[in-house]
């Protein structure tokens, strides 16, 4: 069998991207990573890619929206761009900050991940860890988590491929709450990838 592909999209620094470089080196995560794609063209993780020879493309809502076009078309110039230049066996979003509609999934045979920091229905969309902090020090939570999930057209509730409990300890400040959940991220996200991967049928 052919070696499995992945094709990762970002918006930020790019940490997760480089736990799933570092597992692909290191033979942790059985597959290669054929592009890394980027709303925004200041993103370090785009540095991390090239760093790993990895090939980068970088894609701008505001320049669509500039010529008149919609989120919608951007959403399927980004997809188009994934299956006519990679056609990868995983697309994985590595905080990936766009709100993916059913026109780009329409491309994609139900193989597109997402990493969450939250547990399934706990705090779906934006802002998770704050709002999970927020709720611990209310007394609503005793901990939180985090997920890796298929993606799909509801907003992170997809069905879910692995998730972990992350604890939270009474002296944490929010950024000590940040920190851990991305260490547990940086080991999820690389879990996650190899489960969707053995799961993929040919």
């Known amino acids: 069998m052919?070696?499995?592909?992945i094709v990762v999209l970002i918006s930020g620094s790019g940490t997760n991207l480089q736990a799933l470089i570092d597992a692909t080196q290191e033979k942790r995560l059985k597959a290669k990573i054929?592009?890394?794609?980027?709303?925004?063209?200041?993103?370090?993780?785009?540095?991390?890619?090239?760093?790993a020879a990895i090939p980068t493309q970088t894609v701008s809502l505001k320049r669509f929206k500039d010529q008149g076009k919609t989120r919608i078309d951007f959403d399927i110039h980004v997809a188009k761009l994934i299956q006519e230049n990679y056609k990868p066996d995983l697309v994985i979003l590595a905080g990936w900050m766009h709100i993916l509609s059913p026109e780009f999934l329409a491309f994609f045979n139900d193989n597109v991940m997402n990493l969450h920091p939250a547990l399934p229905g706990q705090f779906d969309g934006a802002h998770a860890i704050e709002r999970a902090y927020e709720a611990f020090k209310r007394g609503e939570i005793?901990?939180?988590g985090i997920m890796v999930h298929k993606v799909i057209a509801d907003i992170d509730r997809g069905e879910v491929i692995l998730q972990r409990n992350v604890p939270i300890l009474e002296t944490d400040t929010?950024?000590?709450?940040?920190?851990r959940i991305h260490s547990y991220e940086h080991k999820l996200i690389v879990e996650g990838a190899q489960v969707f991967l053995d799961k993929l049928t040919y």
Request: no cysteine; hydrophobic share 35%.
């Open 2 to 5: 052919s070696e499995q592909t």
């Open 34 to 51: 054929t592009a890394v794609i980027s709303n925004r063209k200041a993103a370090f993780g785009l540095e991390r890619a090239k760093k």
């Open 142 to 144: 005793s901990h939180t």
């Open 174 to 179: 929010l950024k000590d709450l940040e920190a």
